[in-house]
């Protein structure tokens, strides 16, 4: 079995509270700023792009560190299950510029077999094609998808993997069966 981890909510914390305060606290730009994530998330528009339908000056280092806080219990799991030799892989909604700062600051992303970001195979979760996209490049079916948003374990799902809702770390670890501790 393969494990296909979500970064978001999984391994990497939601967005930073006071990050995103430093870059607006109305609701209007934050309106605007989800509206056209999804494009940016695929890779369909550019930074500037992205940044100019949010109708703000680009924020892009304040968005990168808004995202960028770490549970390493998790990451702690991760080499968990590579030192038992399980395959792991990875599919993350996620801009280009967090792609290159998480690759550049974080080794623990050469564990895993595959690293799909949304900004490089051209789709978003929860769009089923995301997941085939994974499934396919794996080379596998006996997949199981972990995501803390429902919405995607549902979509991961429907092409016919298994699915974790993510709460926590103690919940995940008796769905990922023995993993033998180091």
Not at 111 to 123: D, N, P, Q, V
Not at 143 to 162: C, K, P, S, T, Y
Request: some cysteine; hydrophobic content about 45%.
């Amino acid at each position: 079995m393969i494990v296909l981890f979500d970064m978001f909510g999984v391994i990497a914390r939601h967005q930073s509270r006071e990050v995103m305060d430093t870059m607006s606290t109305s609701p209007d730009f934050w309106a605007a700023y989800w509206e056209h994530r999804p494009a940016y998330d695929r890779g369909d528009v550019t930074a500037d792009e992205y940044w100019a339908l949010v109708g703000h000056p680009p924020l892009v280092e304040q968005d990168v560190a808004s995202w960028s806080r770490v549970d390493y219990e998790m990451v702690a799991l991760l080499h968990e299950l590579h030192n038992a030799d399980r395959r792991i892989a990875l599919l993350s909604n996620i801009p280009e510029d967090l792609a290159r700062h998480f690759e550049r600051t974080y080794a623990w992303l050469e564990l895993f077999e595959l690293c799909a970001f949304s900004c490089r195979i051209g789709h978003a979760k929860p769009d089923r094609a995301a997941f085939e996209w994974c499934r396919d490049a794996l080379g596998d079916d006996d997949i199981l998808f972990v995501d803390d948003r429902l919405e995607n374990v549902r979509a991961a799902e429907l092409v016919g993997m298994r699915g974790h809702h993510f709460t926590g770390i103690d919940s995940l670890r008796p769905a990922l069966g023995a993993v033998k501790q180091v």
